[in-house]
């Protein structure tokens, strides 16, 4: 890799997405094992290192959850808007609305979960906020339960906004609920998939919600961007409007279930990357709160891995599920719409019980040694194949992420970045350059990228 007239080698260890840039002689002296012993302790705590001895990966990564502390409690399946690239395929054509049994079976379950000290109860749906008595009634109850289980609660609603009112305002204040409004950037590109059942664009509406909570002192809890061919071309606009709005976006590519199968709204290969390197770079040159970039640049830059669904394995029946109106269960809310993924109904067995079934047990194992693709990627212990993206693209989940290419164009990137900023401006330096200190042992690749 050159960056501004300077050869660079990145060694990569792919299980664990640890990786360091050495200069020509460094990687001559490193294949020939003469590297001087600072340069070989930089390699040992970037965990590049075969020769240390006694390292455990535990000490890298913890071990992840075994069970949820994140439930999605989809109250209704009902909603005002008929998204063009709905993964549920919500609509007011919908019935069922959660009521307080399967709520009650919920909470109680949820706060019984062991090795949870904290338990985060999401509305979605449809629209949650057209079923605002359910939102209620699981605010109240779980408060009152918490205590018994010495657990601490939490809440948060994602919403289009639309029906926000004084009654909305009330609901969120007096139980701390947290709320995201869902938009695609400015009224143009919102309008281009946010729209009614008669097309008519909900941008305008949309807004009025948004002004109506600041002005009652609500924030917003920023806002998930869905990228796709209505607006993947604008991604300096898209970052100048939330930004101007001051409201934290995360832009992530389209969901490949549901309406997303008859509209084909998603981004062809590479301009989700092409639209990511135009985010980060108007990003930072404003200082925009942009979610996504940080979720990347802590995965290539730090050992951390907190994103659950950049990681392997992936959060889906560990830290979190979504139960529907009814209380079937599903692993997260990405298969809240696909029957296939229903791990029971809450009212006739326990989490726990289903958990334990040998089908939800291999998916919550599901690592990239199990995907053909991932497995030979130098990148797999930055990223993690979604598991209902690739089930709707390709009808399994073992098949590579749906948007790997650009992935796998947008960590070279990052890594290109960091070299920019701190390896290539000292050209003096013959120290080999490393990010953080946590060591195992695992054999490392080595290549030019």
């Known amino acids: 890799m050159k960056v501004k007239g300077r050869k660079f080698y990145i060694l990569i260890n792919p299980y664990l997405g640890s990786w360091v840039a050495l200069t020509e002689k460094e990687f001559k002296d490193y294949k020939k094992d003469h590297l001087d012993s600072l340069a070989a302790e930089n390699l040992y705590l970037r965990q590049l290192n075969q020769t240390k001895e006694g390292r455990q990966v535990a000490l890298l990564f913890p071990k992840p959850a075994n069970y949820p502390s994140v439930v999605v409690m989809n109250v209704t399946m009902r909603c005002n808007l008929f998204c063009k690239y709905c993964f549920a395929e919500c609509g007011p054509q919908r019935t069922g609305d959660m009521g307080e049994k399967v709520i009650k079976e919920i909470v109680d379950q949820m706060l019984e979960m062991p090795e949870t000290k904290k338990v985060t109860f999401e509305f979605q749906g449809g629209e949650p906020l057209l079923n605002p008595k359910a939102i ?4 109240q109850y779980a408060i009152k339960q918490a205590p018994k289980y010495g657990k601490e609660v939490a809440f948060r609603v994602e919403s289009n906004g639309i029906l926000v009112n004084e009654q909305i305002v009330k609901l969120l204040k007096k139980y701390k609920i ?9 009224e143009k ?5 946010r729209v009614y059942a008669d097309g008519r ?3 305008q509406d949309i807004w009025k919600g948004i002004k109506f909570l600041r002005k009652n002192g609500i924030p917003i809890d920023g806002s998930v961007c869905t990228i796709g061919k209505h607006n993947v071309k604008h991604p300096k606009e898209i970052v100048d409007f939330f930004h101007q709005a001051k409201i934290g976006f995360k832009p992530r590519p389209v969901n490949i279930l549901g309406r997303e199968l008859t509209n084909n709204m998603a981004p062809e290969d590479n301009d989700w990357y092409k639209c990511f390197v135009k985010m980060y770079h108007r990003s930072k040159e404003i200082k925009a709160v942009n979610f996504s970039i940080h979720i990347f640049e802590e995965n290539v830059y730090t050992p951390v891995r907190d994103y659950i ?4 394995p992936c959060g889906a029946a560990r830290e979190i599920i979504s139960v529907n109106p009814n209380g079937d269960v599903f692993p997260c809310d990405g298969f809240k719409g696909v029957p296939e993924f229903k791990m029971g109904n809450i009212l006739n067995e326990s989490v726990i019980e289903m958990l334990q079934k040998p089908w939800v047990n291999k998916l919550r194992n599901r690592v990239a040694a199990d995907i053909p693709l991932c497995r030979q990627c130098l990148f797999q212990g930055m990223c993690c194949s979604c598991i209902y993206s690739c089930y709707g693209a390709f009808n399994d989940i073992y098949r590579e992420d749906p948007s790997h290419n650009d992935r796998y164009k947008i960590f070279i990137f990052l890594i290109r970045e960091w070299l920019k900023k701190n390896l ?3 050209s003096k330096s013959k120290k080999s350059k490393h990010l953080n200190k946590k060591s195992h042992n695992i054999p490392t690749s080595y290549g030019r990228v």
């Open 424 to 426: 290539a401006k000292d």
């Open 136 to 139: 209620e009634f699981c605010a």
């Open 178 to 186: 947290k709320i995201g409004i869902s938009l695609d950037g400015p």
């Open 201 to 203: 664009g909900a941008f």
């Open 189 to 193: 590109l919102t309008n281009g998939a």
């Open 309 to 312: 669904c950049l990681r392997y």
